[in-house]
């Protein structure tokens, strides 16, 4: 016998990515092309070292009132994390502890059916429409949990609030979590439902709308008595896990509002933009409310558009999975990064096109 | 029904107060006195706050090997993780995943339990001998797996390599964690049996002796095969884990030795002057190779005394255990804070001999 025979085997997520070097354009993790905010620069630059020596406030407080004030709710209703992949991980440990499976999209966010085999948890995934857009009829049935991101990804769709509230009126004695990590770029968020479902969980990231994506900071809002199921689980697992600098950086952040707000819109309008030009380049794409588009060639294969993507630096994602592998997921960058774009994929589409 | 049928429910483990303020000593949480590297201080004030938009180098390499080479171990045999917390819980869901009990001492690092109640790992514990050391003996049975500090928390007693060796010879077929997190104030490592043995584990933590609890950097040591698995397991959980700070700090911090060295051994000095100082007012204790000291007095009582302490502004680690509820744990701090532990000690002890 060997000690392997109790090791836990798992197959784990794969993120994208992350080439250096200052040449490259990356566009493929959709993380934001503007730097945080110049008064969490500040607030990193000016820490007392010293504090570092000593423990960090367990729960967070300071970054709690913050996210709580900011949003407009209760401060016991705020749950904070390592980004929202650690309040994921967290919320599933928690509250998808069923037999029965849990449902969520075919094309979603990749983790899910990662943090449900870690769990042994059992799942199904629904099929989106052709549309990519979620049929609420999938989720009239028994389940253990639901699961999906608004604007879903890869395909930033976004689905009304008043679609969600149906799935959760059919839904009221199972955890709902809504994955808002996108939400900032332009959907509206279902942070009003909170009050009339005690079973609605919903999570956020600093990753994508406030630049942070290196500082590691996620959050979950939700009804008291949630937040405290998912505390007691984080205080049986790592006592401390938010550090002295993400929770000097991540208060500067919300403090900062303008900025945030002006970079948001920044992104927002390149989205816009680049829609019409991909529109242009030949290229289709469900409507994103996301900081990325989720686009196909008409003639190319996406295959071959992202490999001649990366050969000139310029890197996007993609996906190889049945549904989803004619398309790429475009990060929307800065004006120049996505203009640096339309001139590769029009070099590669017209030589592609010489080939053929 | 409701949601709350399928939730997780644990009880957490508690940690250490964590008062803030200026008049305050704080010796309960076995943090080190003395503030971080000056380099550390350094690279957080130099950090490019425009990486931090971007995720962080989910590998996190430049920290392994920093931590590799310091060791003289390969890079494929080292994890990091969010303070040895992290580490050790993903370890525990890793590798003692069996129905047998694992196994730890009664009087150990209370999070043992949790995390074993968190994963429904089932567990055994094996009382320490009257002198607080571990009887190898206890550990010859059949098993899921071994985990304890070495040296022992909370009673600062270190065990030598020999005893661990003979444990691991009887134990070749299960997962042998040894929980190294205070070895670095005088205890000799276990790391030289790591070529003998492949399933020994061996965790650290920057908490203690490099001043950095406010950082969250723990790591373990194993061979390639358990990094492996480990790192599936996380990568199952969370990708991004380290933040960009966290990275920074911590490759700083292990390339300043010189610093270490010399800030280890004002704490080892402290420490011997200290089991003077307290044997002279009436304590004993376990001989302590970590910056604690777990001690009881002759006449008064550890509550007591712990409360005492506390309205004078002097925090120390009180556990209401059936095995050491007649000791507190002092963190060993600056000679200043030692010498005003002792006059407030002094103080409260005569006090409470002309009271009684």
């Not at 205080?235 to 929770?247: D, E, K, R």
Request: charged fraction near 25%; hydrophobic fraction near 40%.
């Amino acid at each position: 016998m060997s000690y392997e025979e109790n090791v836990r085997r798992v197959i784990p997520y794969t993120p994208g990515e992350q080439p250096r070097g200052g040449n490259i354009i990356k566009l493929n993790t959709n993380e934001n092309p503007y730097p945080p905010s110049p008064k969490a620069e500040r607030a990193v630059r000016e820490l007392d070292a010293d504090i570092l020596r000593l423990y960090p406030d367990f729960a967070a407080s300071e970054l709690v009132r913050a996210i709580a004030s900011y949003h407009g709710v209760k401060e016991d209703q705020v749950f904070v994390g390592v980004g929202s992949d650690d309040v994921l991980a967290m919320a599933f440990l928690t509250f998808f502890n069923s037999d029965k499976p849990i449902l969520f999209p075919d094309i979603t966010y990749s983790f899910y059916d990662v943090w449900a085999q870690l769990w042994r948890i059992p799942y199904r995934t629904c099929p989106l429409d052709e549309a990519f857009f979620i049929r609420k009829e999938d989720y009239f049935c028994e389940n253990g949990g639901i699961i999906f991101p608004n604007p879903n990804a890869p395909t930033g769709v976004w689905q009304p609030v008043s679609m969600i509230e149906d799935i959760l009126q059919k839904n009221r004695d199972v955890t709902v979590i809504i994955d808002e990590a996108y939400i900032d770029f332009g959907g509206e968020s279902c942070l009003s439902l909170l009050a009339k479902y005690e079973n609605l969980l919903i999570t956020r990231t600093f990753s994508k709308s406030r630049s942070m994506a290196g500082v590691r900071i996620g959050y979950a809002i939700g009804n008291k008595d949630m937040i405290q199921y998912l505390n007691h689980v984080k205080f049986s697992f790592n006592s401390y896990t938010m550090n002295v600098p993400s929770l000097c950086l991540g208060v500067a952040s919300i403090e900062d509002d303008d900025y945030f707000v002006r970079m948001r819109d920044l992104v927002v309008a390149e989205r816009e933009r680049s829609k019409k030009e991909l529109t242009g380049l030949g290229f289709s794409f469900p409507d994103s409310m996301a900081n990325f588009i989720f686009a196909r060639h008409k003639t190319m294969q996406a295959s071959e558009i992202f490999k001649a993507l990366k050969e000139k630096g310029i890197y996007v994602r993609y996906f190889s999975g049945p549904r989803v592998r004619d398309y790429l997921r475009i990060t929307v960058g800065t004006r120049e990064q996505m203009d640096a774009l339309f001139a590769a994929l029009k070099q590669i589409l017209t030589e592609g096109s010489q080939g053929a």
